[in-house]
């Protein structure tokens, strides 16, 4: 498949079928994040899979919405600052970073025949709790990944004339 079809077929999926993800189709997805680039290749991240009920359950709790319970898994997406670079003038790259590797995430995802979804509006203290991370550890994004049960919608996007200048 071509980027721009890639591209096109990826969207924001809000219901997913029961259907756990193949343990190859996983492995695949984490070696395209693990090949993701990051500045100085410092590569700040850490990606935790959640998978079990208990752990998912508890998971839920930090993003309240009945769809989100609907996905077999989830795969949270973390900041490691101690290992972040930062710039001259003391912007840190750790965001960008994984903005990067998460897309790459979801691209792998899409490439196998799977839905995903960013979520960055959820309660990151009690994330970092529930799955007892250090403290320069920060989840960033939890992208919940499964098969989808529900069609994407059409893409309403800027035109070109107004995101190039």
């Not at 991240?45 to 998912?56: N, Q």
């Not at 003391?90 to 960008?96: L, S």
């Not at 960055?120 to 403290?135: Q, V």
């Amino acid at each position: 498949m071509k980027l721009l079809e890639l591209v096109n077929k990826r969207y924001s999926c809000r219901n997913y079928q029961s259907r756990s993800v193949e343990k190859e189709k996983l492995e695949y997805i984490l070696e395209c994040v693990r090949l993701a680039p990051s500045a100085v290749n410092r590569q700040p991240w850490c990606f935790h899979i959640v998978t079990g009920a208990e752990e998912k359950e508890r998971l839920q709790k930090c993003y309240d919405r009945e769809w989100f319970k609907t996905a077999p898994m989830y795969i949270v997406a973390s900041i490691l600052h101690d290992r972040e670079w930062i710039r001259g003038d003391g912007k840190p790259h750790g965001d960008i970073d994984i903005a990067i590797a998460v897309e790459h995430l979801c691209l792998a995802a899409t490439e196998q025949g799977l839905g995903t979804c960013w979520i960055c509006n959820f309660d990151a203290a009690r994330c970092k709790e529930l799955l007892t991370l250090p403290s320069d550890e920060e989840p960033a994004v939890i992208i919940p990944v499964g098969y989808a049960a529900d069609e994407a919608r059409p893409k309403c996007r800027k035109s070109i004339g107004e995101i190039v200048k």
